[in-house]
Every structure is written in C-alpha cells, then in structure tokens.
C-alpha cells in the first residue's frame, strides 16, 4: 500500500485535491458574467441545447402519406448550428395544433455529419388517427419555423455493451433510424457491422431501400435484405423476419446484438421468434414504440376497454378535471383537455412526464414499464403509457415554458 500511495504522490495525484481548494480560495467572489466564456460551458451548450429554433429548408415526397423534412438552423431565432447526435437518436417536436401543445418524437434518418452542413432529417409516415403526423404531413412546407428538443434517446450502437455485429430489424417508417447507422457506419462514425432485415409488404414500400444498398455496395460492413410479405422479388427475402431468417444472415459462432425499430404488431411478432434463439437480453434493443395504443391486446390486461372514468390533473397549483377512456393512454386525455403536460418519448422511456399518482389504478404495459422500483413503491407513473382501470388523481409536472 505504501508503494502505491508513493506512485500517486510521484504522479500529483494525492495532492490533487489540496490544489484544487487553494485555486478556489484563491478565484475571485465576483459572479461569472459570462458563463460561456468556459469552454466546458460552451461545448455542453452546443451538444445539449435546451431547445432548437429550426426551420423547414426542403421537403421530399415519398408517397401521399409520407415525406422527409430537411430541417436547418434558425439563426434569427438563436439557433445558429444544429447539435450533434449519435445514429439511432430522435428529436421531439413541439407541435400547437388547434390551441393545444403536443410533443412527438420522430428519429433523425439523417447521417450525424449532415449536422455539420445545418441538415437534420425526419422522416414522417401518416398514421390512422394520428394527430401529430397528419398535421405535419399537411401543413409543413418550406420556411415553416419548428421547434424541437436537442438530440435524445439511447437507440444507439454502444460498443461497451453491443456485439460487433449489428443485426437491425426494420418495418415500415422505422428505417429511419438505420438509414442514420448505414450512413455513420460508412462514414467511420461508427465502429460496427450492421445486417439490416427490412421488412415490407411490396419493394415500392421499402423508402430508403435503394439508398441504403448504395451504401451496402460501397461498404462491405452494412448488408440490406428486403423482405416482403406480399410479393416475391428476384434478391429479397419472401414472407416475415422469423428466427429462422434471422439465423439464417446472423454471424455464426460469435454474439451479435439485435436492433428493432417498427410498429408495435412486429415487435409482438419478433419478440417471440427472438426467444428462440436464446441471445442475451443485453443485446437485444428495442427503438421507441412510439406511442401505446392498444392495452387490451396484452394477456394480463384485465380492465374493461369499454369503461371510461373521470381523471383529476394537479398541476402548477391548478386542478384540472376530464374523462380518460380505459383504451386512451393519461397524457393523450390530458393533451385532448388541453392540459399542457410535457413528454418527449412518449413511450415510458425517457422519464419526462414522471408523476406522482395519488390515487386510482392504472394498468401499464410491461413491455413499456420504464419505471424503477422506487418509482413503483413510492406511487409514480409515466402518463405516456398508463391506461386507467378506475378514476384517477394525478399530480403532474409543469411543460417547460408552459
């Protein structure tokens, strides 16, 4: 032991701490007028934004019910570089649709380095009675102004925790995240291997198809396999992503980990084939669901998806009173009141509509349980995914800015 403290005082570290009180005795008590003036300041300020003034510099048609934004900084409103991001992360927009603020999250399709020429791109698909992808699709157009959160989400490659290999598992509007990861992949951004499985009805389907195999034929370490559920193409893959596929282009001998991104039917569908082939759960990540939409799909849902019951919102010192159908999740009732409460994710991940339940019974489900066992034990919720099965009271944080 003597030996090792004798190696640490040669280094300076024992006597690091001693040094730093003194700098601190010795700094001036004047407030710091410009605090980023520090580089640490002005470098956490640029990768973590609070918020991002962006506006809309093009837009491209894929089909009636989905288009890409290609979003740039706003300097005129104090964004003047778009934050860097690592593939597989999303921007949540603020949306004030009908007098009400809603918050979505969308994935940046775009490579991370389009960030140093002002470009993030999302990517947007028309969903059934969606309000946030309807509003976006028929009202965005160039020059519209935009404002978004900094880059977030962990749907990203880690290599600490992942396998070398990456088999990423596609459908429908969610490749967007992997056409990000090809791109980083090619690049040299990002040090993996990437099996991308892409699942779609017809090849006129897969967005991004072409490009990606642009990619693939340039870069031996990204592979694109289409597969198609309704017709049969010469160089795709035929029917569904089982286990049996997956095994089939997976690296043998070795560990790899597994990528989902989709709707919620392939991840119910995928799930299943991927307990088949025992992988490690820590290599095995799911994106966002987006938002939950159908509890009673799940076996141990046991409320009546009929019902509806009176939900009681806490917020800021203010009460709020409104009805929650059992099948519509707590944020989306407190958003249709017009209720400003904040989410990003929306899918229990992120943790940013954490509240205090008081009282009531809500049913969550397990798939998009996020929450920690204090959370649990101490009575607090994520609104984004619980569903009533009694009257609730609930005490909410306050929308930042709201």
């Given at each position: 032991?003597a030996?090792?403290?004798?190696?640490?005082?040669?280094?300076g570290?024992?006597?690091?701490?001693?040094?730093?009180?003194?700098?601190?005795?010795?700094?001036?008590?004047?407030?710091?007028?410009?605090?980023?003036?520090?580089?640490?300041?002005?470098?956490?300020?640029?990768?973590?934004?609070?918020?991002?003034?962006?506006?809309?510099?093009e837009?491209?048609?894929?089909?009636?019910?989905?288009?890409?934004?290609?979003?740039?900084?706003d300097?005129?409103?104090?964004?003047?570089s778009?934050?860097?991001?690592?593939?597989g992360?999303?921007?949540?927009?603020?949306?004030?649709?009908d007098?009400?603020?809603?918050?979505?999250p969308?994935?940046?399709?775009?490579?991370?380095?389009?960030?140093?020429?002002g470009?993030?791109?999302?990517?947007?698909?028309?969903?059934?009675?969606g309000i946030?992808?309807?509003?976006?699709?028929?009202?965005?157009?160039?020059?519209?102004?935009?404002?978004?959160?900094?880059?977030?989400?962990?749907?990203?490659y880690?290599?600490?925790?992942?396998?070398?290999?990456?088999?990423?598992?596609?459908?429908?509007?969610?490749?967007?995240?992997?056409?990000?990861?090809?791109?980083?992949?090619?690049?040299?951004?990002?040090?993996?291997?990437?099996?991308?499985?892409?699942?779609s009805?017809?090849?006129?389907?897969?967005?991004?198809?072409?490009?990606i195999?642009?990619?693939?034929?340039?870069?031996?370490?990204?592979?694109?396999?289409?597969?198609?559920?309704?017709?049969k193409?010469?160089?795709?893959?035929?029917?569904?992503?089982?286990?049996?596929?997956?095994?089939?282009?997976?690296?043998k001998?070795?560990?790899?980990?597994?990528?989902?991104?989709?709707p919620?039917?392939m991840?119910?569908?995928?799930?299943?084939?991927?307990?088949?082939l025992?992988?490690?759960?820590?290599?095995?990540?799911?994106?966002l669901?987006?938002?939950?939409?159908?509890?009673?799909?799940?076996?141990?849902?046991?409320?009546?998806?009929?019902?509806?019951?009176?939900?009681?919102?806490?917020?800021?010192?203010e009460?709020?009173?409104?009805?929650?159908?059992?099948?519509?999740?707590?944020?989306?009732?407190?958003?249709?009141?017009?209720?400003?409460a904040p989410?990003?994710?929306?899918?229990?991940?992120?943790?940013?509509?954490?509240?205090?339940?008081?009282?009531?019974e809500?049913?969550?489900?397990?798939?998009?349980d996020?929450?920690?066992?204090?959370?649990?034990?101490?009575?607090?919720?994520?609104?984004?995914?619980s569903?009533?099965?009694?009257?609730?009271?609930?005490?909410?944080?306050?929308?930042?800015?709201?």
């Amino acid at each position: 032991m003597a030996n090792e403290i004798l190696k640490l005082r040669k280094l300076g570290i024992v006597n690091m701490m001693a040094g730093r009180v003194k700098a601190v005795a010795a700094a001036e008590d004047a407030p710091v007028k410009d605090l980023y003036a520090y580089r640490p300041n002005r470098l956490a300020a640029a990768l973590h934004p609070h918020v991002q003034f962006l506006t809309v510099a093009e837009v491209i048609e894929h089909s009636p019910d989905m288009k890409s934004f290609l979003l740039s900084p706003d300097a005129s409103r104090g964004t003047k570089s778009l934050a860097w991001f690592s593939a597989g992360q999303y921007l949540s927009v603020l949306l004030h649709i009908d007098g009400k603020n809603l918050c979505r999250p969308y994935s940046i399709a775009s490579s991370p380095r389009d960030t140093l020429k002002g470009i993030y791109r999302l990517t947007v698909k028309r969903v059934e009675g969606g309000i946030a992808s309807g509003y976006i699709l028929d009202h965005w157009a160039v020059g519209t102004k935009v404002i978004a959160s900094a880059p977030l989400g962990d749907f990203t490659y880690e290599p600490l925790r992942d396998a070398k290999t990456v088999v990423g598992i596609a459908g429908g509007s969610g490749i967007t995240p992997f056409r990000s990861l090809a791109y980083a992949i090619s690049e040299g951004d990002e040090d993996c291997d990437l099996i991308l499985l892409y699942g779609s009805r017809t090849l006129a389907d897969a967005v991004f198809s072409d490009e990606i195999s642009a990619i693939a034929a340039e870069c031996p370490r990204v592979k694109l396999v289409n597969v198609l559920s309704d017709e049969k193409k010469k160089g795709c893959a035929n029917g569904f992503i089982t286990a049996k596929l997956i095994k089939k282009y997976a690296p043998k001998g070795e560990d790899y980990s597994v990528f989902l991104c989709g709707p919620q039917a392939m991840y119910r569908f995928v799930d299943k084939e991927l307990e088949t082939l025992n992988i490690r759960r820590k290599f095995v990540r799911h994106e966002l669901f987006g938002e939950y939409f159908h509890p009673e799909q799940n076996a141990d849902y046991t409320g009546d998806i009929k019902a509806s019951f009176k939900l009681t919102v806490r917020i800021a010192g203010e009460e709020y009173v409104t009805e929650c159908p059992a099948d519509t999740s707590l944020l989306r009732a407190m958003e249709a009141a017009g209720i400003n409460a904040p989410s990003d994710c929306r899918s229990g991940r992120c943790g940013w509509c954490h509240s205090q339940l008081l009282s009531g019974e809500v049913y969550v489900p397990e798939s998009v349980d996020g929450r920690r066992l204090a959370d649990k034990d101490f009575g607090y919720i994520h609104p984004c995914c619980s569903f009533p099965l009694s009257d609730i009271v609930i005490d909410v944080p306050p929308m930042p800015g709201a």
